[in-house]
């Protein structure tokens, strides 16, 4: 089995569209009503709930998917005691920095919101009372992410070790029929058993603690992307299946959503749902979901996206910390923001538009140039940077996504 060791371009793309589209989720979300948040437009919209509806399917997936990805290139040149320490720099340390500098304002301005009349220096300490949100301040918002993924690889480190060796190798080969004809589908079963069998039980909190489904659950995608990655024959079965896939994601789409729009979900029409056939069905379709738009996103980018571009390394350094960034901003403009006349959908482009230009801008000016600001979220040092721009062997498995978090 060839091992993949030149640069996937397409890898980096796919993780730059997910996390502009956590940008277009998260500037919505002021303006949905399903889904609580930390404010709330009086009016609200439809049609951005659909779309959030939507892109909630598969954002978090994806981003795991290619996390996946990452961590088999990254360990190409480390060993499991390397890897981990890399990701303890590249993750835990901005988790730990964005829990103390990033994420307080965001409750700051939920809290003013919610009538509390102190400014933020008479609020910040409160977040070391080490009471948990939304009781307490204290919080890691949407950098449970980040944590997860730098759980997940502790944990996984030895299995990922073990994978890239000799024997492992071996192993990946034997799932060389995985690639045949529809089979790369079983690589959704273990996510349909967790999600069905857990999910009614454990609703998501991203908390760690009580997230007892979605925790292994999002697992299984992170996992997917590295198997995925170290045997190439499964990458080039989501290439070739990659209509397949749209189709498969479309249908199920569109089948949740005849459910849901027609209020005939298995809670709305079955008096015993819990126990109904209807509603595992329904689960294990939410699943099949997910992993379609992830199975069509790789698809299509391994076959269009595999292209260097000369702003892709600029683009790629930044996406990181735009991620760290990018809701903080979103919650200070939608504080200002809800409180104009404006309709709904041109306060949504105005929140899109000045978050994404601050989030950028704040990357380039004060982030970007700085050795600290660059260790503080999770960045490669200057010279780790143009170490990586010296060609090197090929059989090293140095990639463009190793600068991903």
């Known amino acids: ?72 290139f990254m360990l190409q040149r480390r060993s499991g005691g390397g890897f ?28 003013l919101n919610q009538g509390y009349q102190g400014n933020f220096f008479s609020f910040y300490p409160s977040i070391f009372k080490m009471v948990p949100y939304p009781k307490g301040n204290t919080s890691w918002h949407h950098l449970w992410f980040i944590f997860y ?8 480190a030895p299995f990922f070790v073990w994978l890239i060796s000799q024997k492992g190798r071996s192993t990946l080969q034997k799932l060389g029929w995985l690639a045949r004809a529809k089979n ?34 999002w697992l299984t995608f992170l996992l997917g992307g590295f198997i995925c990655i170290a045997n190439p024959r499964l990458m080039d079965s989501l290439e070739r299946n990659r209509r397949f896939s749209l189709a498969l994601a479309f249908l199920s789409l569109l089948g949740i ?33 997910a992993w379609s738009w992830v199975f069509t996103a790789v698809g299509y980018g391994k076959k269009y996206l595999d292209r260097k571009h000369k ?17 903080t901003v979103i919650v200070i403009i939608v504080f200002y923001v809800v409180r104009t006349t404006d309709t709904v959908g041109m306060k949504y482009i105005f929140t899109v538009l000045v978050s994404f230009a601050l989030t950028v801008s704040i990357y380039h ?24 721009k010296v060609p090197i062997p090929v059989t090293t498995g140095k990639t463009a996504v190793e600068a991903a978090i």
């Not at 730098?150 to 996984?156: G, L, P, R, S």
């Open 1 to 72: 089995m060839d091992k993949i060791t030149n640069r996937q371009a397409y890898l980096d793309w796919l993780r730059i569209l997910a996390i502009i589209a956590v940008l277009f989720f998260h500037s919505a979300m002021a303006f949905v009503a399903e889904w609580s948040w930390h404010i709330k437009n009086k009016e609200t919209s439809n049609l951005l709930l659909e779309f959030n509806f939507w892109l909630h399917r598969f954002r978090m997936p994806l981003l795991f998917f290619v996390s996946g990805t990452v961590s088999y």
């Open 257 to 289: 959503n005849y459910l849901r729009w027609n209020n005939v979900e298995p809670w709305d029409i079955v008096a015993n749902w819990r126990s109904s056939w209807f509603t595992y069905v329904y689960l294990a379709a939410e699943v099949l979901c």
């Open 184 to 217: 790369i589908y079983l690589i959704m079963v273990p996510g349909i058993l967790i999600y069905t069998s857990l999910s009614l039980n454990f609703p998501e909190t991203n908390d760690f603690i009580h997230d007892a489904a979605f925790f292994p659950y």
């Open 365 to 388: 000016l004060f982030i970007r140039p700085f050795a600290i600001t660059r260790l503080l979220f999770g960045m490669k040092s200057k010279k780790e940077v143009e170490k990586s």
């Open 311 to 327: 702003v892709l390394n600029y683009i790629n350094q930044a996406v990181y910390p735009f991620y760290i960034l990018h809701q």
């Open 84 to 111: 981990i320490g890399l990701r303890f720099r590249r993750l835990f340390i901005p988790l730990i920095f964005g829990m103390l500098v990033v994420v307080p304002p965001q409750i700051y301005l939920e809290r």
């Open 149 to 156: 993924l730098f759980i997940y690889d502790v944990i996984c």
